[in-house]
């Protein structure tokens, strides 16, 4: 997982320190660069390159360029105030540091198991294929390994066969799934089910929804109704991980329309380059709440970051 970011941050880390193992950065600040010794002066070049280039892998692996030049920011902030020498293992752990602050912001404390509503009410939301259909899947088979009553709303009535792939869903998960006609008005299954779950004292209601361009206006006006209706406890944008900073701008058309209160990042475990999930901490300033990391049922996981720096930085 996010192999090609952790190449490249193990190379940058291990060519360098072979080369050079500390940097006078201190010396450097406070000194006149023409009075420098020519190793000085080295020294300050390799600096202000190896900036460079931490900033370059983390564009190389889609963090937005905003988003990475201001990693850069906080981690030169942060090396101003250490009163010695800097090696190459410092900058190491100070950008573990820097990005340790910046995805602890997108911690959820939520925990789904112990909401004060019954029935909860979660709503699936985002553009076609980022896996909304397989989220609410792992979300029900985990509420029910957790002993929890669920209900499905099959709200994709636009999409010939959506339906079915949610009655499977349910069926694997022995899950109840409410469904109307295909092309039928899905704020009515919503409620539907919400009507459903309140007379049989069912803990949570999962609303899967038709997926839609950010930029079609009618499907997102449908989905405002949905919400309208629904009123859920929950909205959850399902992001694919594999899409890069294509995932900020649609996150952001989304917040502008219908808001939403935390993202579900999919697809971890393929080739995602991995910054989309730095990214999304950054800009979106929404909890990331889940994260897929598989098609299976099990394959979910609460967000962590010490999960995501680990594998980042392992060697
Ligand atoms: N590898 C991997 N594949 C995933 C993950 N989540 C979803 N998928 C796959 O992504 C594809 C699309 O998932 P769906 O759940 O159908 O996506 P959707 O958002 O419901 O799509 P629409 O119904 O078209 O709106 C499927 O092949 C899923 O198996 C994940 O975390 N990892």
């Known amino acids: 997982m996010f192999d090609s970011l952790k190449k490249k941050l193990a190379g940058l880390f291990k060519k360098e320190s072979k080369d050079d193992e500390n940097l006078n950065i201190n010396d450097k600040v406070n000194e006149n660069i023409s009075n420098k010794s020519e190793n000085q002066e080295s020294l300050f070049i390799k600096r202000d ?3 460079e280039r ?3 892998i983390l564009i ?3 963090v937005s360029f905003e988003s990475a030049e201001r990693i850069v920011e906080m981690l030169k902030n942060r090396e101003k105030k250490l009163s010695r020498k800097i090696s190459y293992d410092d900058i190491k752990s100070n950008l573990r540091s820097v990005l340790y602050d910046v995805l602890s912001q997108a911690k959820s404390d939520l925990d789904l198991l112990n ?3 019954k029935p909860y009410v979660i709503l699936f939301i985002g553009i076609n294929g980022t896996g909304k259909t397989t ?3 792992k979300i029900a088979s985990y509420l029910k390994n957790n002993n929890k009553k669920v209900v499905i709303a099959a709200g994709d009535t636009f999409r010939a066969g959506a339906i079915e792939q949610i009655s499977i869903i349910g069926e694997k998960t022995g899950t109840e799934v409410i469904k109307h006609d295909f092309g039928s008005d899905p704020a009515s299954v ?3 089910a ?3 779950a309140r007379a049989r004292r069912i803990d949570y209601v999962l609303i899967d929804s038709a997926g839609r361009m950010q930029t079609n206006k009618n499907l997102l006006s449908e989905m405002k109704k949905i919400k309208r209706v629904a009123r859920p406890d929950l909205t959850l944008l399902v992001l694919d991980g594999m899409i890069g900073n294509d995932a900020i701008e649609q996150a952001k058309t989304f917040m502008n329309e219908i808001n939403f209160d935390g993202v579900v990042l999919t697809k971890l475990d393929t080739d995602a380059r991995g910054g989309a999930v730095i990214s999304v901490a950054m800009e979106i300033k929404k909890p990331i709440m889940f994260v897929g990391v598989g098609q299976g049922l099990n394959d979910i996981m609460r967000f962590d970051p010490d999960w995501y720096l680990d594998k980042i930085f392992s060697s």
């Open 115 to 117: 909401v004060d509503k």
């Open 49 to 51: 390159e190896f900036d």
């Open 194 to 196: 919400i009507e459903h």
């Open 190 to 192: 919503a409620y539907d």
């Open 60 to 62: 190389e692996s889609d």
């Open 135 to 137: 989220t609410i899947g």
């Open 54 to 56: 931490v900033q370059e």
